[in-house]
């Protein structure tokens, strides 16, 4: 043993009873949890429940989600489409993300995991958050519409697009996904999600089944893996999620493949 670690050993009681008056105890951190959550909860209520429709937010601060999780008033589930993706993902990939919203995903699962991610969104107030709040020294965010403007930096080794075609006309999707297909390299894997059902008010599409979700996909790629999870929300709404996988070619898909 150093003498620096002697000189900690032997300090340790002292220097333990001094964080608990500075920081608290049980008590003191139980507070702290519940003013947090309360101050989120809040937040999400003043943007989203207390206006009008057209009048709330264009993204989702995931900020709120994240104070719910720790304090467990929150559930992880609408957080699987950033773990199937960040599953896919190779050291050296170039990653493109399509309506990146407020960039958590990015910053906090899939940078970790690539080279570099091109993040695009129509919405600019989303782009200036994303990068006030979430940025990342191999994330570069754009202000970009995906359906008439060109993607940054192709080819692409993965591409998501997640939580968003249903928000697109039939035309503008199948636009969208032609354009896809053409940015990925030739093993890329093109990863998404979007909930199944009549949910999203401003949706212009929806898919009912898993059925109806693979024949769109199968248009454009030849292999599709498809999942699908139910979960209950905190109000009790019962949320119907489909995730998916797409490729020209199996290989990427096989290795790390849904059984």
Same mark, same amino acid.
Request: glycine residues 10%.
């Given at each position: 043993m150093d003498a620096r670690s002697a000189v900690v050993r032997h300090a340790a009681p002292v220097l333990s009873r001094l964080e608990r008056i500075v920081w608290g105890g049980a008590f003191r951190g139980r507070l702290f949890e519940r003013l947090l959550a309360g101050y989120h909860r809040s937040l999400f209520r003043r943007e989203w429940a207390y206006v009008g429709e057209g009048e709330q937010p264009h993204f989702f601060d995931h900020r709120y989600g994240a104070a719910l999780l720790a304090s467990g008033d929150a559930i992880p589930y609408s957080w699987f489409r950033a773990f199937h993706t960040t599953e896919m993902l190779r050291p050296q990939?170039?990653? #493109?993300?399509?309506? &990146?919203?407020?960039?958590?995903?990015?910053?906090?699962? #899939?940078?970790?995991? &690539?080279?570099?991610?091109?993040?695009?969104?129509?919405?600019?107030s989303a782009i200036e958050h994303a990068t006030r709040h979430n940025p990342g020294a191999n994330i570069t965010y754009r202000l970009l519409d995906a359906v008439e403007e060109d993607f940054p930096s192709s080819p692409y080794d993965v591409i998501v697009w997640d939580g968003a075609l249903g928000h697109f006309a039939h035309a503008d999707g199948e636009r969208v996904l032609t354009k896809i297909r053409s940015a990925l390299t030739p093993e890329g894997v093109f990863c998404g999600s979007e909930a199944l059902g009549r949910e999203g008010h401003d949706h212009m599409q929806f898919f009912d089944t898993l059925d109806n979700l693979r024949s769109l996909l199968a248009t454009h790629f030849p292999h599709v893996q498809l999942r699908r999870m139910s979960y209950s929300n905190p109000g009790g709404h019962v949320t119907e999620e489909a995730y998916w996988r797409c490729a020209t070619t199996p290989v990427r898909l096989e290795a790390v493949a849904w059984r």
């Open positions: 990939d170039h990653v #493109l993300d399509i309506g &990146c919203g407020d960039g958590f995903f990015d910053r906090r699962f #899939l940078s970790e995991r &690539c080279r570099s991610i091109d993040a695009v969104d129509v919405e600019r």
